[in-house]
């Protein structure tokens, strides 16, 4: 597990990338960000989630094939009621960009993604979020994707929420909540960090392999 400075410090990166920043971003290292329970305090669901890959796919209005990256991943309710499963994925690449899943992939690059895997339920990010009803019967099957923003992507962190109910207001160092730039309390959620490293440079992409840094949770 990674230690509290080096998760803060990469919290205060995404955050202040993010589209969601907000002013104290930029004291972010003078504010004491809270981590999350050491014990369930809400529910939680299972998140069993491969290492990231790259694929090639020529899509429509393309003259060249374009390298987009994915994770496939199964959640399921272990909790004791049904769920409501809002997948958040953001990539936090190594020059600092936060990127969105799924933003304007075609839909070729999902069926390629599933002819590749096999996956007869793998379902694309706009068909899984809903009820996620109990038991591993009743587990759904998902993928990630992103158009590879860089051929090198050297360290990288993958940021997953929508997995637990865990919440909680943010405060600045005088214990006062903080607010957004429109006034709106800002919300910590229990989010899943994953820390990947790939060595070597861009001139053989994709053949380099992907090796897992730390795999933690952050409030975010």
């Known amino acids: 597990m990674m230690n509290a400075r080096f998760g803060n410090l990469v ?3 995404a955050l202040a990338l993010s589209p969601l920043a ?3 971003a930029a004291r972010c290292e003078a504010t004491t960000y809270p981590s999350p329970s050491s014990y369930p305090i809400s529910w939680e669901l299972k998140f069993d989630h491969t290492l990231p890959k790259r694929v090639i796919v020529e899509t429509p209005g393309s003259l060249t094939p374009t390298a987009f990256w994915y994770m496939t991943y199964t959640v399921t309710n272990k909790t004791d009621k049904e769920q409501v499963f809002l997948p958040h994925f953001e990539m936090l690449t190594r020059t600092g960009e936060v990127i969105r899943s ?3 992939i075609p839909e070729k690059v999902f069926d390629e993604i599933k002819r590749r895997e096999g996956s007869q339920f793998l379902e694309p990010f706009t068909k899984i979020g809903g009820e996620i009803r109990l038991g591993e019967d009743e587990a759904r ?3 990630a994707i992103w158009k590879e923003p860089d051929p090198r992507m050297g360290n990288f962190t993958i940021f997953v929420g929508g997995l637990s109910g865990e919440a909680v207001q943010m405060k600045d160092d005088s214990g006062q909540p903080m607010k957004d730039a429109d ?4 919300i910590l959620r229990k989010t899943l960090q994953l820390n990947y490293l790939i060595r070597g440079g861009d001139v053989y ?3 380099n392999e992907v090796n897992v ?3 933690d949770s952050v409030m975010r």
């Open 11 to 13: 919290l205060c990166a």
């Open 22 to 24: 907000f002013p104290a």
């Open 102 to 104: 799924d933003t304007n």
């Open 141 to 143: 099957d998902g993928v």
């Open 183 to 186: 006034g709106n309390p800002i």
């Open 205 to 207: 992409p994709g053949e």
């Open 213 to 215: 840094k730390s795999e």
